[in-house]
């Protein structure tokens, strides 16, 4: 994935501003003109590319680069600090507890991976000692119960839909009322995608969330959807309270800078992201580990 390039392109704007005999303004520049190149390659937003190259020359003093011993670890530091900034958005999501019912709605255009993701996440909370739950809401894509079913008879995971129910906030109630009944402690409401964002499917989400009053709302991304992350990212926040997102298909080509993006669009931190189409390819997201290996 790209993130990982991208601490590669970082790494050698700093060594080659570090090996410069005089550290001037416009060596300053060129290292940070050769970051920002890499993050835009990384299909981050230009905005936040602009924002992040601002804060680093703000807080970067040139006298303390010019007389440091080790210029490329001041600027490592900028550098790092601003990319934890624009991936922390400084609250944390919530986070179930065991044994008190929590309901998770997962919401993100058709064939982000939600489906999937919705039994990663089950999965995931399982192995943790939960008792995870899976209710299928999604009533508009044909074969979206099955898959749903399937996923979650694999990994021995209760599942709620319908064949017959075509009204996605009746499946939703009914499934989240009976899991509640069941004492499972976590009830993952998978909810319809669309191809691109449109009305009605805010408008079925909106009434979802409504009914089911979820603790957690969560924004599944595709990573490869690139520069269109922050306005996709926002469109989904502007019609239901997101709280947590998490980027699929970090395994393929990505480029990952969409992250960056959906993280600023809905202030939400990245909690997961997803590896691979097995269920267990899904990994915790920490901002600061990440980033440290990405730019070490
Ligand atoms: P939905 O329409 O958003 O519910 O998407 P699905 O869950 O059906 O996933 C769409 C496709 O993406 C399926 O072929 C999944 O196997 C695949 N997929 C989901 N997550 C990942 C991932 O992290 N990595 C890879 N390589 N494929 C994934």
Known sequence: MVLAQLGGSISRALAQMSNATVIDEKV???CLNEISRALLQSDVQFKMVRDMQTNIKRIVNLEALAAGTNKRRIMQQAVFTELCNMLDPGKPSFTPKKGKPSVVMFVGLQGSGKTTTCTKYAYYHQRKGFKPALVCADTFR????DQLKQNATKAKIPFYGSYMESDPVKIAVEGVERFKKENCDLI??????????EAALFEEMRQV?????????????????????????????Q???????????MDGHAKGGGALSAVAATKSPVIFIGTGEHIDEF??????PFLLQKLS
Not at 188 to 197: A, E, L, P
Not at 239 to 249: F, L, M, P, Q, Y
């Open 283 to 288: 990994e915790v997201f920490d901002v600061k």
């Open 188 to 197: 993952i409401v998978d909810t319809s995608g669309r191809h691109k964002q």
């Open 239 to 249: 019609s239901v309270s997101v709280g947590a997102v998490i980027i699929t298909k």
């Open 28 to 30: 300053l520049n060129d």
């Open 209 to 237: 969330s409504e009914a089911t009053k979820p603790d957690l709302v969560i924004f599944v991304m595709d990573s490869s959807i690139g520069q269109a992350a922050f306005d996709q990212a926002q469109a989904f926040k």
């Open 142 to 145: 044909a074969g979206a119960f």
